[in-house]
C-alpha cells in the first residue's frame, strides 16, 4: 500500500475517518492528485468572472457581454476587468490583490506552469485585470476604485448580463484618499511588469509607469479608502490601514525596479508601518503583512552586501516572517493566539466565514519560502527547527484537502474530482445561461424562480474555490449557505502557483478522475 493512494467512495472514507480517527485517515490516504488538471481548472474560473465584452476565444461559454456601459455616467470607460465573486460588484482592492497573487505565482512557477501548457491562459488572466487597472487609473492622482454598489446589487439575484442595479462608480484622488487601494493597485502592476517583461516589454513599461505614479500617490495623500468610499465599508473596510499595502507595493517596485529608493522605504518605514511589528497569522486580500515580510526575508536571504544596517531590519523582517511560518506549522509557543487553529482533519482555519481564502495564501507562502530557503537553510520555530520539505509538506497537505483529502471527501476547488459543491452561491452559475435562454431574467425573478432551487446550478463555475468547511469539516451545499458555498477570486489566484509546483514535483501514480460531463 505504501505509496499509493486508493480511490475511495465518500461512504467508505467517512467510515475510515470514524473508525481510525481523521488525523490517521488523511495521513494513510495522502497522495498526489492531478494538480495540472487543478492548475487548469483553476484559470478557467477567471473566465467565469470576467465582466466587459468577451473575447472570441472565451472558453467559458455560458457567460456572455455584461458591463458595457459601466463608467460612462462618469464619462470615464471602466468596461472589464472582473466580478470578484457570486455577485456583479467590481471592488478594486480584493481585485488588485488578486492579479498581484496570480502574477507573483507566475514570477516563481512560470516555467511550471509552461510545462503544463497554461502559461498563455495565466498571462490572459493577469491581463484581463491589468488592462482595466489601466483604464481606471485616469490620472495621475486618480483612481476609480469600484463599479456598482453592494446594497443594491444584493437585492437582486440576476445574471450578469441581464443587470438592472446601480452601476455607479467611485474614485479615490487627492481630496478623497485611498493609500491601502493606489498602495495594491500599484503592487498588482508592478508585479505584471515583471510578468510581461520578456513577452510583452512596452506592456511591462506601461504597466510600470502606472505602478510608479500610483505608489507616490498613495504615499502622498494618505488614507483609507474606506474613509473616503463609505459604500464599501460593508464588504471590502480596509481593517488594517494602508500601511501594509503601502510596504508591499515599495518591494514590489523594487523587485521591478531594482531601485534602491524602494528598499530604502520598505526599511525606513519598517517600524512606524508596522511591518516589523506585527506577528501575524493571517495573509490576504485586507492583510499584507505577511506577504511583505516574506519577500523582505527572501531580499535578505539573496543579498550579502546590504550592510550591517540594512541587514538588521530585514532580519527583523524574516523573524516576522517565519512566526507566521511557525504559526500555520503549530510550532509557536503554545500560546492559544500563536498558532492558527486547525480543523480536526487538518485544515487551517482562521475564522468562520470564507476561510478558505487564508489556507490558499498559506498554503502559497509555505512553498515560496521553502523555495527562498538554502539548502542547508530551516526555520527555527520554538516549538523546533523546520527545513524546507516540511513547509512543503504543510503546503502540500492544505491543498490536498481542499482538492478531496478531507473528512467530507468533497473537493472544495469547483469541478475538480467525482464530488464537488454544485450549488455555489453565484448569480451566473446558479441561473440558466445567457447563451441558452436570452429572455431577460429580473431583479427578484432571480430569486422567486432560481435562487432557492434544490437542483444544482445549471452551469458549474469550473475552477472556483468556495468558502469551505467549518471549523469541524462540515459543510453544506446550499447555495444559500454564502459562508461556505460562495467563491471568490482571490480565494484561487494564490493557487494557481502552488498547483504548478506540486505538479512539477508530483508522482506519476496521480489520480484520473472521471467527473460527469459539463459544458464549460
Known sequence: MEGRRLSLSPLLFSVLVLLWGSAAAMEYFNGNYNYSDALSKSLLYFEAQRSGRLPYNQRV???????????????????????????????????????????????EYGDAIAAAGEYGHALEAIKWGTDYFIKAHTHPN???????????????????????????AYKIDAENPGSDLAGETAAAMAAASIVFRASNPHYSHLLLHHAQQLFEFGDKYRGNYDSS????KSYYASVSGYKDELLWAALWLYRATDDDAYLNYLLRNAHSFGGVGWAISEFSWDVKFAGVQILAAKVLMENSDLGSDREEVLQQYRNKAEYY????????????????????????????????QYVSTAAFLLAVYSDYLPESGGVNCPGGRVGSQELLDMAKSQVDYILGSNPMGTSY????GPKYPRRVHHRGASVVSYKHNKGFIGCTQGYDNWYGR????????????????????????????????????YNTAPLVGVFAKLNRFAQPNLHKFTSRAYSY
Open 61 to 107: 461559454t455560458w457567460r456572455d457581454h455584461s458591463g458595457l456601459t459601466d463608467g460612462l455616467e462618469q464619462g470615464v470607460d471602466l468596461v472589464g476587468g472582473y466580478y470578484d465573486a457570486g455577485d456583479h460588484v467590481k471592488f478594486g482592492l480584493p481585485m488588485a490583490f488578486t492579479i498581484t497573487m496570480l502574477s507573483w505565482g507566475v514570477i
Open 142 to 168: 486618480v483612481l476609480w476604485a469600484e463599479v456598482g454598489d453592494g446594497d443594491t446589487d444584493h437585492y437582486c439575484w440576476q445574471r450578469p448580463e441581464d443587470m438592472t442595479t446601480s452601476r455607479q
Open 229 to 232: 468610499i463609505g459604500v464599501v
Open 325 to 356: 511560518l511557525c504559526s500555520c506549522l503549530n510550532r509557536n509557543d503554545n500560546g492559544s493566539n500563536s498558532n492558527v487553529e486547525r480543523t480536526p482533519g487538518g485544515l487551517l482555519y482562521v475564522r468562520q466565514w470564507n476561510n478558505m
Open 413 to 416: 476547488l469547483v469541478g475538480f
Open 454 to 489: 434544490r437542483e444544482p446550478n445549471p452551469n458549474v463555475v469550473v475552477g472556483a474555490l468556495v468558502g469551505g468547511p467549518d471549523n469541524y469539516d462540515k459543510f453544506r451545499d446550499e447555495r444559500g449557505n454564502y459562508m461556505q458555498t460562495e467563491a471568490c477570486t
